[in-house]
């Protein structure tokens, strides 16, 4: 992928809307219902899992193929339909003279015109995941009220390294929501999880907190300072005996926020050891975990913990935030002795 990098241009951030760049767009049902397909799970094997369409999900994919016929500057280099969503990510490869925002209201408008007249005429073919009351609703609203209420979503990538692991995101949405649907328990927020008298939100295999032995994660700035002054022995020997201790069955608790701890918890998470993620917001709605974690939650060995509720306006940890976390860590350890 290296030297796709050198092929791309780039946007920058808070550059002009009609430049050269690569964007995702998510256009969404807000209701949820599946009405662009069905999960189709073969064997129980997410790796086989695909959506399939009915005539409203083909009609929005063709819809989406349709744009460059009108704006040859734009390429699309992937996309993924879901039974209630729809990802791409589109290039536009020289300057427009139009902002990608019109071309995207434009795809939407189309998308709004083929959404009433399908829900018009017919209740989808695949409805055995749709509700009564949400066939009800449709039936009634299919004139007044069109099924995409809200514009489709729209991000730039700005940074190196953005177009693979979205690429991969977005063709990896059917095998995650195929394990989730397997493996329910992992992925559902448990709320109220008293843990020493504090309550937390979790996501992950809630049976981890039952493991006797438990060490937090943390690497102090002494040692980093030591390893700029060429003396990296304890933070060494910290980062090792972290891995071994976790190969010998300890629980690894943190919210893994510097990049060294980030290293830590990559290599735990590579070889399937036991981990409780602490996080300093909540789960929304609709959560799922990230790629790098995803696979971790499926086979039971993370846990995830948040002490407050979901903040869908929060941007970044603050060094409070970070400190608090970092000494739930060593409460959570210390219960365990």
């Avoid at 514009?151 to 394990?179: D, E, K």
């Avoid at 190969?247 to 893994?256: A, L, Q």
Wanted: hydrophobic share 40%; with cysteine; proline share 6%.
């Amino acid at each position: 992928m290296d030297e796709d990098h050198d092929r791309w241009h780039w946007q920058e951030p808070n550059s002009a809307w009609r430049g050269v760049g690569i964007y995702h767009i998510t256009l969404t049902i807000p209701s949820r219902e599946p009405l662009f397909g069905m999960l189709v799970i073969p064997q129980d094997d997410p790796a086989q899992a695909k959506v399939e369409r009915t005539k409203l999900g083909n009609s929005i994919v063709e819809e989406l193929l349709h744009i460059p016929t009108y704006y040859p500057e734009i390429r699309i280099l992937q996309f993924c339909l879901m039974p209630d969503h729809l990802h791409a990510i589109i290039y536009v490869t020289r300057q427009m003279t139009k902002s990608i925002r019109i071309v995207v209201r434009g795809f939407w408008q189309g998308a709004k015109k083929l959404g009433r007249e399908y829900t018009s005429s017919v209740i989808p073919e695949f409805n055995s995941g749709i509700t009564d009351e949400g066939k009800d609703s449709i039936k009634a609203n299919a004139y007044s009220f069109p099924i995409f209420t809200e514009m489709p979503f729209i991000r730039p990538l700005s940074h190196r390294g953005q177009l693979q692991a979205m690429i991969r995101y977005v063709q990896m949405n059917p095998q995650r929501l195929a394990t989730k649907r397997l493996k329910p328990s992992f992925f559902r927020v448990q709320h109220d999880v008293e843990i020493n008298g504090r309550k937390c939100d979790a996501v992950g295999n809630i049976a981890i907190l039952m493991e006797e032995k438990r060490m937090p994660v943390h690497v102090r700035r002494v040692m980093m300072e030591a390893a700029k002054q060429s003396d990296n022995e304890s933070l060494r020997d910290y980062m090792n005996g972290c891995i071994i201790a976790a190969r010998k069955g300890t629980v690894m608790v943190s919210p893994f926020i510097s990049p060294l701890e980030k290293e830590i918890l990559s290599i735990l998470i590579n070889e399937e050891l036991f981990v409780i993620y602490l996080i300093n917001n909540g789960f929304g709605e609709y959560y799922k975990p990230a790629d790098g974690i995803f696979n971790a939650v499926a086979t039971g060995r993370l846990l995830i913990l948040s002490l407050c509720p979901y903040n869908k306006d929060m941007k970044h940890i603050t060094r409070e935030e970070c400190v608090m976390l970092n000494n739930f860590a060593e409460e959570m350890a210390t219960i365990s002795r």
